[in-house]
């Protein structure tokens, strides 16, 4: 049983690992994840490592062709551009649904602040915290189909230091003091502007 239990977990662990290692640019666009690769570098079978990457192929962090390896990402402008207009639909909508602040994204802002240079991990939290916390849970399905390649571009964002993580804190705040206020129009609209900001620089520093 104690086996068993051990089996389920490592595969989270590997993917865990993965996940924070593509979001944190340590594995660029465009690098080959393979399933040899993994099993070697974690110390297990094939068919465990082969767990992970499908579930990060599944949250768009990953993309595997038929009968080749799985690839981290190289999204174009186009797809970026694409991808930051269905955030600002889905995000706004849940955020102007909220009839408080969740208290899981209080809890990532507050970590957002005290996380320095390496903020990324802190800025998704604050956003799914957000989408979470509202009743559709339609929206939320929407969100989660598109968060793996948020996740890619909000790692690159902090990558290229285009945002500090006070820029990020400064505009989350405002976001939350919004929602407290019960002013659910001002909190979609500072919602889309906060995504517009990291999808204009990020779009420029590509095209730089």
Known sequence: ???????????????????????????????????????????????????????????????REKHKAARVPELTAAEI??????????ESAAVARLKGIPAAALAAH?????????????????????????????????????MGEVELCIGQVQAAHLLSANDVAEQHQGILDAILAGDSDRAARLTSEHIAVSRDRLLAHIDS
């Open 1 to 63: 049983m104690v086996a068993e239990q051990h089996a389920s977990v490592l595969p989270e662990t590997i993917y865990e690992h993965l996940r924070s290692s593509i979001i944190g640019q340590e594995v660029a666009p465009g690098s080959a994840v393979t399933e040899s690769t993994v099993a070697a570098r974690f110390g297990v079978a094939r068919q465990t490592a082969k767990v992970a990457i499908e579930r990060l192929v599944a949250e768009g962090l990953l993309r």
């Open 110 to 146: 507050r970590a957002l602040i005290e996380a320095g240079a390496d903020y990324a991990h802190q800025d998704i939290a604050f956003h799914r915290a957000l989408v979470a916390g509202q009743s559709s849970s339609r929206l939320a399905r929407m969100h989660a189909l598109i």
């Open 81 to 90: 551009a694409d991808l930051y207009e269905s955030r600002v639909v889905v």
